[in-house]
């Protein structure tokens, strides 16, 4: 009896250390899986961001030797003012030498995956400075940029952008750049700005392609509209079967034209947004690459929104040495734009056209093309501006060119009593008066009164005569008038000779001493 209570003891003990044993595994197994990082199945994409950057070196094929300090300065700048991290030079030398990387202007897939490794960047920029130079009264820059991601290699932003000084040239007194590091300053910064933030990244270990390059034309359309693309992918084994283009949810086929090149174009989807394209290549056995997010197009169907500000609409132009300023201000980067003035009979007057930037303002003085007056009148400023993917917006602003004082006719008329004095005054319905003064003295220049006000006078200003000012005596007044249009315009008239009705006495005859009327001595 002892015996099998012992036993039952025993097995209760072995049962109860199972039971304890399990809870602590599964509470170890438990605490592993909260703690363990998870792990990413093959193929799994992920979000990678791009917050720390390395610049290579640019290649220079422009013969300026100081070109590169001054592109890759101004990229570092840029770079910071969009929130990102460059990887500081001594470093990138560094790493650049220890690997004898002489050859910037690539990089293959080794260096980029070193360089998140070594240097933890999350992208790398190469390109080339294709021109820096002044020639012929002008300056030129040309830079292509790349930006590489260092996880799979895959080119994530590439744009070549080039300009000459004399595209900024503006119209009506708007300078061109004159200085090749600012010109090089505006291509870096609309380069920069256009640099993604993040890309999505799709792990892959079977590495047996590998993506060069990639080229859009354009990078920017409209909706719906078709856009050249150009793709490197470089075989590890064997040559790919055939290599396609998604964007968009559509696939489009591209073609082998020359080596490890595929060329072809695709449709941009009809809404607007910024849209990744991914390339596919698949080999004979059916075994596929897919490289996400290797290129990207802009969808723009919206025109842009362009305002004008002027400090004024009316000017003198040339007469008084003055001009209307425009202030121009636009919603998105502009490619290309046109301004022109015309009169009241749709007739060109004054005009001129840029590339790139809108300038920000615009003076005219009232001339044409020739350097020549225009007649005065009404003219019509009209603005008009194409987007990078071609949509067109156009603002107009009418505008008065006024070179004529205003023209006023003045009537004076008197009363019987000389007790007040009207001044009629006749103009045309649009004269625009600024500011008018109307003074009024006596003889020996004795004041009597002063008016001034703002717009346009009152037809019809009557002014008293009172004993108090002095002047029922007198036998004449002088009047000043004085009025200034909006465009500056000076008219000025006055009259010394505004003679007053004489003063008029009653004659009654004087009595006669001793005189007796004749009807007190004759009866009726």
């Not at 004449?476 to 315009?489: E, L, V």
């Not at 003063?503 to 004087?510: I, P, R, V």
């Amino acid at each position: 009896m002892q015996n099998a209570e012992s036993k039952n003891i025993e097995a209760r003990g072995k049962r109860q250390d199972i039971l304890f044993l399990s809870s602590c595994f599964l509470l170890l197994t438990s605490c592993f899986l909260l703690f363990a990082p998870p792990v990413q199945a093959k193929g799994e994409k992920d979000i990678q961001k791009i917050e720390r950057v390395v610049i290579f070196p640019f290649e220079n094929i422009s013969g300026n030797f100081d070109a590169p300090a001054v592109i890759n300065s101004l990229i570092e700048k840029e770079l910071k003012n969009r929130g990102f991290q460059a990887v500081p030079y001594e470093q990138v030398d560094r790493f650049l030498s220890k690997r004898k990387i002489r050859y910037t202007g690539a990089v293959d897939r080794i260096t980029t995956i070193e360089l998140n490794r070594e240097l933890g960047a999350d992208a790398v920029i190469i390109g080339s400075i294709d021109l820096y130079s002044s020639f012929s009264n002008d300056i030129y820059v040309g830079v292509t940029l790349r930006l590489v991601g260092t996880r799979d290699c895959s080119i994530l932003y590439m744009d070549t952008i080039s300009y000459a000084g004399s595209d900024f040239r503006g119209l009506l007194g708007f300078g061109s750049f004159k200085s090749v590091d600012k010109l090089g300053e505006v291509i870096i910064a609309s380069m920069v700005k256009e640099m993604p933030k993040e890309y999505l990244f799709e792990n892959r270990e079977d590495n047996f392609l590998e993506f060069g390059s990639v080229k859009i034309s354009p990078l920017i359309v409209r909706g719906g509209e078709d856009t050249k693309i150009l793709v490197r992918i470089i075989p590890v084994t064997e040559k790919p079967l055939s290599v396609q283009a998604h964007i968009g949810g559509e696939k489009f086929d591209l073609k082998n034209g020359n080596g490890d090149y595929y060329d072809g174009e695709i449709t941009a989807p009809g809404e607007d947004g910024l849209y990744t394209i991914d390339i596919i290549a698949a080999l004979s056995d059916g075994r596929t690459s897919k490289f996400s997010s290797a290129g990207m197009v802009k969808v723009d169907a919206i025109p842009p929104v362009v305002t004008i500000s002027t400090n004024k609409d009316i000017t003198a132009g040339f007469v008084k040495k003055d001009a209307i300023l425009f202030t121009l201000k636009s919603n998105e980067e502009i490619e290309r734009w046109d301004v022109e003035i015309v009169d009241k009979d749709n007739k060109y007057v004054r005009g001129g056209k840029g590339f790139g930037v809108l300038p920000p303002q615009l003076i005219w003085k009232g001339e044409n093309d020739a350097g020549g007056k225009n007649s005065d009148g009404v003219y019509n400023l009209k603005l008009s501006v194409w987007d990078v993917a071609g949509n067109m917006g156009v603002f107009q602003k009418k505008i008065i060119l006024d070179t004529t004082p205003p023209a006023v006719k003045i009537e004076v008329e008197t009363s019987d009593n000389n007790d007040e004095v009207t001044f009629n005054l006749d103009y045309e319905i649009d004269e625009k008066m600024e500011k008018w003064e109307f003074i009024v003295l006596g003889e020996n220049s004795k004041f009597v009164k002063s008016l001034s006000g703002k717009g346009n006078v009152d037809k019809r200003i009557v002014i008293p005569l009172t004993s108090a000012e002095g002047v029922v005596d007198s036998a004449k007044i002088m009047y000043t008038f004085r009025a200034i249009d909006i465009a500056g315009n000076v008219f000025e008239t006055s009259n010394q000779k505004v003679v007053l009705h004489n003063k008029k006495e009653e004659k009654f005859a004087k009595k006669k001493e001793g005189l007796t009327s004749a009807w007190d001595t004759i009866d009726f």
